[in-house]
């Protein structure tokens, strides 16, 4: 049993110690995109006859449009992504229309495109485009949007306009705010594990003790900490999103049975904890189970968001045993007696997620 604690523990510091994670995406959940029209370019549709309108849920008319953002990803330190948005635009004149259904910012030469007929169009480009963070969220202007010859050629064969569209032509500026719905946890600072003073009343009255196996740690109190690692994911407001932790908590009694939980994800939208388990000795007992559900996660009700730090705190989540943890507890510990109870409290976390 020793060493297989020892290489479980090998195993997790190698994935505890790995280098920072590569930038990553993060997935979009709200915004805006204020399209700006050019005064050149609507005195050029105002000559035409041709008028330019909003489709719901877009809003605005004549030289401003404000199209909500419905999706898309953003990588916040690269610059690079796309914004989705749920807002049409069209162009009537004499009885003919040309909907842009569906625009997207991205974040190239060619920020704007948009569903037209069965296809997708490039509708504009820019020699200009910047991308900022803006808290959690991001920010991306671009100040010189000027229609391509493809969508040209399709305004002048739809609308036959007197003086026709032209590539190159001047149309406005955009400026895109989108918010994520979960920021990429950064490989830094640590979770706390403070287990309840009745589950380690339980435990010592069975002679079993709770140990930390690096890169987790023992503290005071008792406390058990452990490194935050990378592909974890958060929600400013610490609704959803996953945190991972290396290290690993060992569960063992004297002249008895033993238990290992190690890659532990604490899921804030589902409310679990999962993590992979090993009981020991096997037989009788099953021995590695894999990555199964171990404890139950309160919803979090004092969650603190910094944008400006990206930073995201959560104090005194509860965990609390599954029906599977109990009952396992309880046949390697108790011999099969109830002393386990699903439901009850294991103990509280805290930590401080720090957004890439």
């Keep these: ?212 196996i690096a890169p987790a740690e023992l503290a005071a109190g008792p406390v058990f900490t452990f490194p935050l690692i990378a592909d974890g994911s958060i929600a400013p407001d610490a609704s959803t999103g996953e945190i991972r932790v290396g290290g690993e908590l060992e569960f063992l009694q004297l002249s008895g049975g033993q238990v290992f939980w190690y890659e532990d994800w604490f899921d804030l939208g589902t409310g679990s904890t999962t993590a992979e388990t090993i009981l020991q000795p096997s037989p009788p007992y099953a021995g590695k189970l894999g990555r199964i559900g171990i404890l139950g996660l309160s919803p979090n009700r004092d969650a603190v968001g910094d944008p400006g730090a990206r930073t995201v705190t959560v104090n005194g989540q509860i965990l609390t045993l599954t029906p599977a943890t109990a009952s396992s507890f309880n046949e390697l510990f108790a011999q099969g007696d109830p002393v386990f109870q699903p439901g009850e409290t294991f103990g509280t976390i805290a930590f401080q997620a720090a957004g890439q």
Excluded: H, W
């Design 1 to 212: 049993m020793r060493a297989l604690a020892c290489g479980v523990a090998a195993l997790v510091l190698f994935v505890g110690s790995a280098p920072p994670a590569l930038a990553r995406y993060e997935p979009l959940a709200s915004g805006s995109v204020t399209l700006t029209i050019d005064p050149g370019f609507a005195s050029f549709l105002e000559r035409n006859r041709i008028e330019l309108g909003a489709v719901a849920p877009t809003k605005g008319k004549g030289k401003k449009f404000v199209l909500p953002v419905e999706g898309g990803r953003i990588d916040p330190t690269l610059g690079k992504g796309d914004l989705e948005t749920a807002g049409s635009l069209a162009f009537r004149s004499a009885g003919r229309r040309l909907p842009l259904r569906s625009l997207v910012v991205k974040a190239n030469r060619v920020p704007l495109s948009a569903k037209v007929g069965g296809g997708q169009l490039k509708v504009a480009s820019t020699r200009r485009l910047s991308v900022s963070r803006s808290g959690f969220g991001s920010r991306l202007t671009s100040s010189d949007l000027a229609l391509t010859a493809k969508a040209a050629t399709r305004l002048n064969k739809k609308l036959r306009p007197e003086a026709p569209f032209t590539a190159g032509q001047a149309i406005g500026r955009i400026v895109a705010k989108a918010q994520p719905a979960t920021i990429a946890v950064l490989p830094k600072g640590k979770l706390s594990l403070v287990p309840a003073p009745e589950i380690l009343s339980k435990f010592r009255s069975l002679f079993v003790s709770l140990n930390p």
